[in-house]
């Protein structure tokens, strides 16, 4: 199958041209994948590759895009919501972020048709795994919502459908991409991935001294709980785990971001920040706290407010920096945790 022109890069667009018969050089390359990124709205400047030579590289190349089934918006915040369709009729679905500097947007990308991770606080596990995305798709959903945006889309987050290192090397190109000056040209620090922790894969992504932000959705440091709660990535013991994330400080000598699904009556006790100073000592973290998502009857409920002080006071006490982050988008089923590619009818 012919490579997309989202997902390849200038070197190796000369590559494939080169060993299709066409001659083409890296700077026309650049020009190629330029002009297919440019946003619609965007004059293109003048011409400096023939037509000729434009005409053959692109006969090379696939232009597929994805449908756009629908898209809500929550009145409540900004946040819009994207149900795609791949060629294969396979649905999957984005959300248009809006940040604190007006203007300014990021993009939460999904990397899989479902998860197979199964975590229970999750619509998207519920699912099971149909497919993993291709990185062009995982591309074209960020320009589809790009090119609709009321100003620029400076960011992008893997938090999506799907567990994004499972499905790593596709992730990991269209992270490349999005960074590429001749792809989106976005901040390396701009792009976030976030995983539940599969521990190989963390130590891969670190070895690789990839230039994304990396996010671990922690959300308990009890065995028995990690096992009902995140069933799939459990079979990794927590000290290898920790050991991994340490590794990855240690590479990158920044802070390590935990996250948090914080839910009442499961994972708010002292305990818990008594077990994450154990496993994380002498390691630089911060607690991203966001509140579960749950819309089913009898699912997880969110933490009183008594609740989330006593832990909030729990982590000031053991000197953890937290930050709790506001999930967005849920009176459209868009916020965390609550993707499952459903119909926008009476969400």
């Known amino acids: 199958m012919l490579p997309h022109v989202l997902s390849i890069s200038p070197t190796e667009l000369v590559?494939?041209?080169?060993?299709?018969?066409?001659?083409?050089?890296?700077?026309?390359?650049?020009?190629?994948?330029?002009?297919?990124?440019?946003?619609?709205?965007?004059?293109?400047?003048?011409?400096?590759?023939?037509?000729?030579?434009?005409?053959?590289?692109?006969?090379?190349?696939?232009?597929?895009?994805?449908?756009?089934?629908?898209?809500a918006e929550d009145p409540s915040d900004g946040f819009v919501k994207y149900l795609l369709r791949a060629h294969d009729g396979a649905e999957f679905e984005a959300v248009r972020i809006p940040l604190h500097r007006p203007g300014r947007f990021s993009v939460c990308l999904s990397s899989q048709v479902g998860c197979a991770m199964r975590c229970d606080f999750c619509a998207t596990g519920r699912l099971g795994l149909t497919r993993n995305l291709e990185a062009w798709e995982i591309l074209a959903s960020f320009v589809a919502i790009r090119d609709e945006a009321p100003g620029r889309v400076t960011g992008a987050v893997f938090q999506g459908q799907g567990e994004p290192l499972h499905n790593y090397d596709e992730v990991i190109r269209a992270g490349l991409r999005l960074?590429?000056?001749?792809?989106?040209?976005?901040?390396?620090?701009?792009?976030?991935?976030s995983t539940v922790g599969l521990v190989p894969q963390i130590r891969r992504f670190t070895a690789q001294r990839l230039p994304f932000r990396l996010i671990i959705s922690l959300t308990?440091?009890?065995?028995?709980?990690?096992?009902?709660?995140?069933?799939?990535?459990?079979?990794?013991?927590?000290?290898?785990?920790?050991?991994?994330?340490?590794?990855?400080?240690?590479a990158t000598g920044g802070r390590v971001t935990i996250a948090w699904v914080l839910m009442g009556g499961i994972n708010t006790g002292t305990d818990e920040v008594e077990r994450l100073q154990q496993l994380f000592a002498g390691v630089p973290i911060i607690v991203n706290l966001i509140d579960v998502n749950d819309a089913r009857p009898g699912g997880y409920a969110r933490a009183?407010?008594?609740?989330?002080?006593?832990?909030?006071?729990?982590?000031?006490?053991?000197?953890?920096?937290?930050?709790?982050?506001?999930?967005?988008?849920?009176?459209?089923?868009?916020?965390?945790?609550?993707?499952?590619?459903?119909?926008?009818?009476?969400?």
């Open 15 to 71: 590559d494939h041209a080169v060993e299709s018969g066409v001659a083409l050089r890296i700077e026309q390359a650049r020009r190629i994948l330029v002009d297919a990124w440019a946003h619609p709205s965007r004059p293109r400047p003048r011409e400096t590759v023939s037509v000729r030579t434009r005409s053959q590289v692109e006969a090379l190349l696939r232009h597929d895009r994805l449908e756009i089934v629908e898209r």
């Open 179 to 193: 960074r590429d000056p001749c792809g989106a040209a976005i901040s390396g620090d701009a792009i976030t991935i």
């Open 220 to 250: 308990t440091t009890d065995t028995a709980k990690r096992g009902r709660l995140l069933p799939v990535v459990s079979r990794f013991e927590l000290e290898d785990l920790a050991d991994a994330i340490r590794s990855h400080q240690a």
């Open 304 to 347: 009183d407010d008594a609740e989330r002080g006593r832990l909030l006071d729990g982590l000031a006490a053991a000197k953890i920096p937290f930050v709790r982050r506001y999930s967005g988008g849920a009176a459209r089923h868009a916020a965390c945790g609550m993707l499952a590619a459903s119909r926008f009818e009476g969400a």
